[in-house]
């Protein structure tokens, strides 16, 4: 399950803005959406929230059915989060190899 939260920090400085997250269960970012406008940015590598002096706000979840546009997310045997889609996975693994347990488990070359 993937948690949306939206970021509701008053800072000091009215120029910082706040963001979008959408976060694993173990905490890791994994995509944001600036201002919570505009496109969905994915991370190649998901990233720790620090969550230190800031305050959010759940506004929705959604599972792997749900993810959008055809991302799947498999965790790794290490507990990273990595994104799958039909071109490719983030793990290590694909980049250098162009193939990884996670991708062959969702999908197969031809």
Request: glycine share 10%; charged share 25%; with cysteine.
């Amino acid at each position: 399950m993937i948690s949306i939260l939206r970021e509701i920090t008053q800072w000091d400085n009215p120029a910082i803005p706040n963001h979008e997250y959408h976060v694993t269960p173990g905490g890791k970012t994994i995509a944001y959406r600036k201002s919570g406008e505009g496109d969905l940015i994915h991370l190649k590598t998901p990233m720790r929230l620090d969550r230190r002096y800031r305050k959010f706000e759940s506004i929705g979840s959604y599972t792997n059915e749900e993810a959008p546009k055809n991302v799947i997310y498999e965790t790794g045997s290490g507990g990273n989060i990595y994104e799958v889609t039909p071109e490719g996975c983030t793990c290590i693994g694909f980049t250098f190899h162009k193939s990884c347990k996670h991708w062959k488990k969702h999908y197969s070359r031809v």
